[in-house]
């Protein structure tokens, strides 16, 4: 089994920073994507940033220049440094896991999600 474990949400001034943090355990490829999504009430769930096990990343046109996410493999975990908040920046953030055992299209796919951490910005 694979549990995503995440920490760094918090309350912070607009203008400010926080960085999220996701730790993950149990049995894994080598072959992923580790992705933040966000939601907000009432607004659909959005793809914040995403990293690959190449170190490719992809960002949301509203945080490219503001955030950065990055893998640490030696202790499994994944960031997400966020800096310049705004209050519409406000919203559930989740850690997810993407694994696939092979690039061959027999390859399986897996998914796991973390618990979701607030974070909040104030106007």
């Known amino acids: 089994q694979v549990q995503l474990v995440e920490s760094g949400g918090g309350l912070v001034q607009s203008g400010g920073s926080l960085r999220l943090s996701c730790a993950v355990s149990?049995?894994?490829?080598?072959?992923?994507?580790m992705n933040w999504y966000r939601q907000a009430p009432g607004k659909e769930r959005e793809l914040v940033a995403a990293i690959t096990e190449r170190g490719r990343t992809n960002y949301a046109d509203s945080v490219k220049g503001r955030f950065t996410i990055s893998n640490d493999k030696a202790k499994n975990t994944v960031y997400l440094q966020m800096n310049s908040l705004k209050p519409e920046d406000t919203a559930v953030y989740y850690c997810n896991a993407v694994f696939r055992t092979s690039f061959a299209v027999e390859g399986r796919t897996y998914e796991y999600w973390g618990q979701g951490t607030q974070v909040t910005v104030s106007s």
């Open positions: 149990g049995s894994m490829f080598n072959i992923y994507t």
